[in-house]
């Protein structure tokens, strides 16, 4: 409960710009001590970046937060403020200018202290050790996401744990790189004169390329001259076989596949089935701008009163997905209907 | 099942998954093999196909899926419609 409160002070104080420092003391100040260990709950870290790549750390009380930079942990100065009033507590303050390929790892002391009392590790993984698994993951997965590494780390201090965690565990993962962009195209132009210049625009596109619908996909193949071929590898009953397209990361089916990818934003929760939707998930989750392209002709065949509802309710999907990515996932977003 | 040199003897079979008969059932169609008497095996080559665009042809009675045997459309197809359909065209 204080670890949440803290985060929302934090949270709340860095959303209305105050400043770091100032943020920090009023929360030092705001925090119950323990009477037997003398240390405030909860302890925290807080870090704010700015486009300019300055950076500003404050941290009180957790394991430091760890710079990797071209492979190698980097040592960050750090300044300790302390107060009279705050008793011997101390917070520590730095400032860094990030450079593009950086991390930043934060973690809680219940994974620098994993295994803590086992065999092999009577003292617990430990910061240093737990800095060189870091740096020797990325030495062999360079490119590997935010995300993914955040998962390592936890998922490896809780093996040492004995696959139960002695103490809570938390990982955040920061990654300075460049964004990545998908392009999503759903469905074909409204005007046939149009599909030229819908294929061109997605041949020059500059990131991850995605295709929802078959009559889209024919579109994109006949005027681009690519073969395409149904992908039989997984069968779902569920999710209609996606499609390959040389030099497209995804040919999936539209409503269906779409309809389902709104659903499993909305959850949260992704299914362990691969199939076109979990694939179109997985590809928005890893990208950071996703425009999508959405062609408004009508398909007939879907408006047989026999079918479900929601087939070619294209316009009402993508508006929920949509609304997902910018409120849930934080994603940068940008809609063309054609 | 491995494509075979299409002779007159060989029953092409088409099993469409476009969005309409998928949703309403095509998925049924990969245990089609399984009901093929034995003495038509060898006989039926089973493809499966993107959109065959029988959906804007076809309306009313005439629902998804869609199977096509040989040239044959077969609508609100199911293994055993599809089954006669095929015994039909070999002649049994």
């Known amino acids: ?338 | 099942m491995t494509r075979k040199e299409t002779t007159m003897e060989t029953i092409r079979i088409r099993i469409c998954l476009g969005t309409a008969c998928h949703v309403l059932g095509a998925s049924q169609f990969q245990h089609l093999a399984d009901h093929l008497p034995a003495s038509l095996r060898d006989r039926v080559q089973i493809e499966w196909t993107r959109c065959l665009g029988l959906c804007r042809e076809y309306s009313g009675q005439d629902q998804p899926p869609y199977v096509m045997v040989n040239d044959q459309v077969v609508t609100r197809a199911s293994i055993p419609s599809v089954l006669a359909c095929i015994r039909t065209q070999a002649g049994d």
């Open chain 1, 1 to 338: 409960m204080l670890a949440s409160l803290t985060a929302t002070m934090a949270l709340e104080y860095m959303s209305g710009d105050c400043m770091i420092a100032r943020a920090a003391e009023i929360i030092m100040d705001a925090l119950p001590i323990c009477r037997t260990r003398r240390i405030s709950y909860s302890t925290f870290s807080i870090v704010d970046a700015a486009a300019d790549g300055t950076v500003r750390l404050i941290e009180y009380a957790n394991p430091p937060v760890l710079l990797i930079r071209d492979g190698a942990a980097v040592e960050i100065g750090r300044i300790p403020v302390g107060k009279p009033r705050w008793g011997g507590r101390v917070l520590h303050y730095a400032e860094i200018k990030a450079r593009a390929g950086d991390r930043l790892v934060l973690v809680s002391d219940g994974i620098t202290q994993a295994g803590l009392g086992r065999a092999d590790t009577p003292l617990g993984w430990g910061y240093d050790q737990m800095a060189r698994t870091l740096t020797r993951q990325l030495e062999a997965a360079p490119d590997l996401s935010a995300r993914d590494l955040s998962q390592f780390l936890l998922s490896r201090a809780i093996r040492m744990d004995g696959d139960k965690t002695g103490d809570d565990m938390t990982c955040a993962c920061i990654y300075f790189r460049r964004p990545r962009p998908l392009l999503l195209l759903t469905g074909p132009p409204f005007y046939t004169e149009r599909d030229a210049e819908v294929a061109r625009y997605l041949e020059r596109f500059d990131g991850r390329k995605a295709v929802c619908g078959g009559t889209t996909s024919d579109i994109i193949a006949r005027e681009l001259k690519l073969p395409v071929s149904m992908d039989m590898g997984n069968f779902d009953p569920e999710i209609p076989n996606t499609s390959i397209m040389p030099g497209i990361d995804l040919v999936s089916e539209g409503c269906v596949t779409l309809a389902k990818v709104a659903e499993i934003l909305e959850s949260g929760v992704v299914p362990s089935n691969r199939n076109g939707a979990t694939r179109l998930v997985d590809l928005i989750q890893q990208s950071d701008q996703i425009e999508f392209v959405v062609g408004t002709a009508v398909n007939p065949a879907h408006q047989d009163p026999c079918l479900p509802m929601e087939l070619d309710i294209r316009r009402n999907v993508l508006k929920r997905i949509l609304r997902l990515l910018e409120t849930k996932y934080l994603k940068e977003t940008k809609v063309t209907f054609i």
